[in-house]
C-alpha cells in the first residue's frame, strides 16, 4: 500500500540510508487471504500515490478520524486487536486522507457499566486501559482492577489508590469486600472469582472504613458539604481526618481541639484532605462546634468597639472573612452570608467603613479568582443593603467606584449614566485632591494613560497597597 511504501522510501531509505529492508510476515489464523485481497481493493483507491505523499490538512483540522485494517474482524471476538496493523485515516468534509499507519498500542474508553457480584447489583462510573495481555479497569475513580495476562497465569490485583469522594468510596467499599470474601464477578458475561488469598484483614479495613464513612456523612450534610465533593490527597490522611471528624461530631471528643487558644470561641479550620472546612467554638454551648456558616452562627452578636471614643456597632459575624476563606472553605454559604448583613442594626459609617469596604474588597478579589459572579453579586447587595448614617466623602467616593467596578464585571462595560457619574467623581477627586480616586477613576473609563500617570503619582506605600486591590487586576487588563 502507498502509506508502506511511503515509509520504507523516506524512514528507512532516505532517513536511514538502507539499501535493504527485511519484512517478517506473522502467522494470523484470524483471517484469510481472501478476506485480505478484498480488503487491499478496498482501500487501494483511498491511498493514491499524491495523497500518500502530500496532506493539505493539518491534523488539528480534521472533523475525524478512522483506522481500518486488512487482517482485523471486529466481529471475531477472539481476534487480538493488538496483534494487526492499522492504516490511519482523517475525515474533512467526508473525504477520507490517508495520514498514517501502526499498530495500537493503547485503548482507553469510559462510561458507565453494570457489575453483579452474588448476586447484588452495582452501576459504576468506570475507565478501562487495555494494552495487550493487560487491562487495568478503575471504578468511580477509586480502585483499581488490574488483570496481568501472560502465557501460564492470570494475575488480578486490587488497589484502593484514590479517595475521589465519601460517594465514591460508599459505591466501591461493599464491592471490594465482596470480592475479597471470594464472591463471583460478572461483567459483560466475563465471570471473575478470588480464591485462596489472605484478605482477612483487607476486608476488616473495608467494613471499618464503610461503617466510619456511614457515621461522618450525615455530619457532612450538616455542614452542607455534598457527599460528591472531590477531595484530593493521601487515602490513608484522608481516613486519618475522617475519623478525627468522627470522633468530634459523632463521639463528641474534643480532646485534640487546642482549647487553650480558643479559650473564649473563635473560628477553626478542619482539613480533609484539601477540603477545608471551617467551623466554630463555642466553649459555653452544650455543642461545642458548629457549622460556621449556619443560621445559628449569623445571628450570633459581633460588636465591633472602637476604644478611643467607645463606640460599638452590631456587625455581621463574616466581616472579618478573608478572600482565601470565601474561596477555598468547602461548606461557605453565600446566602447565609448575604443574609447576616439584612439586620437594620448593621450601619455603615466613617467607623465601620474600613472592615465593610475590606470585605466587600475581599469579594470582587473571590470573584478575579474564581469567576463566581456570586461574591460580585454579594458586594454589590452589602454595599447597597446597608444604612448610611455618617460618612466622609472620600469614603462615599470609594464605594461608589468599588460598585461601579462590580458592575463593570458582571456586564463587560459600563452604561453612558455611569461613565458621566464616573466623569463628575473624577473632576470632584481632583478639587479634593485624591490621587487614588482619580487613578481609580480613569481605569473604570478606561483612560490607560491617565490612569498611569495617576498611579506613579501616589506614595511608594500606596503603590504597594493598591497592587493586591481588585481595582489594580482591572488596571493590569486594561488594552
Not at 233 to 260: C, M, P, T, W
Not at 348 to 353: A, D, E, G, I, M
Not at 355 to 384: G, P, R
Request: proline share 3%.
Amino acid at each position: 500500500m502507498p502509506l508502506e511504501l511511503k515509509k520504507l522510501i523516506t524512514h528507512f531509505g532516505e532517513n536511514k540510508k538502507q539499501k535493504s529492508r527485511v519484512v517478517y510476515l506473522r502467522e494470523l489464523e484470524e483471517t484469510n487471504i481472501q478476506t485480505i485481497c478484498e480488503n487491499f481493493l478496498s482501500e487501494s483507491p483511498k491511498q493514491s500515490i499524491g495523497l500518500g505523499d502530500y496532506c493539505p490538512i493539518e491534523i488539528n483540522e480534521f472533523d475525524s478520524f478512522s483506522f481500518k485494517s486488512l487482517t482485523f474482524n471486529p466481529n471475531n471476538i477472539s481476534d487480538n486487536i493488538f496483534e494487526h496493523d492499522f492504516y490511519i485515516y482523517g475525515t474533512k468534509k467526508d473525504f477520507d486522507y490517508p495520514i498514517g499507519f501502526g499498530v495500537i498500542g493503547k485503548m482507553t474508553r469510559e462510561g458507565k457499566e453494570d457489575f453483579e457480584v452474588d448476586g447484588v447489583p452495582f452501576n459504576f462510573h468506570l475507565k478501562v486501559e487495555e494494552r495487550e495481555n493487560f487491562i487495568k479497569v478503575t471504578l468511580e475513580n477509586s480502585l483499581e482492577v488490574i488483570f496481568d495476562i501472560n502465557d501460564s497465569e492470570q494475575q488480578i490485583k486490587f488497589n484502593l489508590f484514590n479517595f475521589h469522594s465519601i460517594a465514591s468510596q460508599l459505591k466501591v467499599l461493599p464491592f471490594l469486600e465482596l470480592i475479597l470474601a471470594g464472591k463471583t464477578v460478572s461483567f459483560r458475561g466475563v465471570f471473575i472469582e478470588m480464591n485462596d488469598l489472605d484478605t482477612k484483614e483487607m476486608i476488616e479495613n473495608s467494613k471499618h472504613n464503610f461503617k466510619l464513612l456511614n457515621e461522618v456523612k450525615p455530619v457532612f450534610e450538616e455542614l452542607s458539604i455534598p457527599n460528591e465533593t472531590i477531595i484530593i490527597g493521601n487515602i490513608k490522611d484522608i481516613y486519618l481526618k475522617i475519623q478525627l471528624i468522627a470522633d468530634i461530631f459523632v463521639n463528641h471528643d474534643y480532646s485534640r481541639i487546642n482549647k487553650e487558644s480558643l479559650e473564649k470561641g473563635g473560628l477553626l479550620n478542619l482539613y480533609v484532605g484539601d477540603l477545608r472546612i471551617l467551623v466554630y467554638y463555642n466553649p459555653n454551648e452544650k455543642k461545642l462546634l458548629i457549622n460556621a456558616f449556619s443560621e445559628t452562627y449569623s445571628k450570633f452578636e459581633t460588636v465591633l468597639h472602637f476604644w478611643e471614643s467607645d463606640e460599638r456597632f452590631a456587625i455581621s459575624p463574616f466581616i472579618f472573612l478573608t478572600s482565601n476563606e470565601l474561596e477555598t472553605c468547602a461548606n461557605i454559604n453565600l446566602r447565609i452570608i448575604q443574609d447576616s448583613f439584612m439586620d437594620p442594626v448593621r450601619v455603615l459609617n466613617n467607623v465601620t467603613f474600613l472592615w465593610i469596604n475590606k470585605f466587600c474588597l475581599s469579594c470582587i478579589t473571590s470573584y478575579d479568582n474564581t469567576q463566581n459572579t456570586q461574591f460580585l453579586e454579594l458586594a454589590e447587595y452589602v454595599y447597597m443593603q446597608l444604612k448610611v448614617t455618617e460618612l466622609d466623602a472620600d469614603y462615599e467616593m470609594q464605594i461608589e467606584i468599588n460598585v461601579l467596578q462590580v458592575y463593570y464585571r458582571l456586564n463587560g462595560s459600563l452604561n453612558k449614566e455611569q461613565i458621566e457619574v464616573l466623569i463628575k467623581m473624577k473632576y470632584s477627586a481632583e478639587f479634593r485632591e485624591n490621587i487614588a480616586a482619580m487613578f481609580s477613576c480613569n481605569v473604570l473609563l478606561n483612560s490607560k494613560t491617565e490612569a498611569e500617570h495617576f498611579f506613579n503619582r501616589l506614595t511608594i506605600e500606596e503603590r504597594t497597597d493598591y497592587l493586591v486591590l481588585p481595582i489594580y487586576q482591572l488596571y493590569l487588563n486594561m488594552n
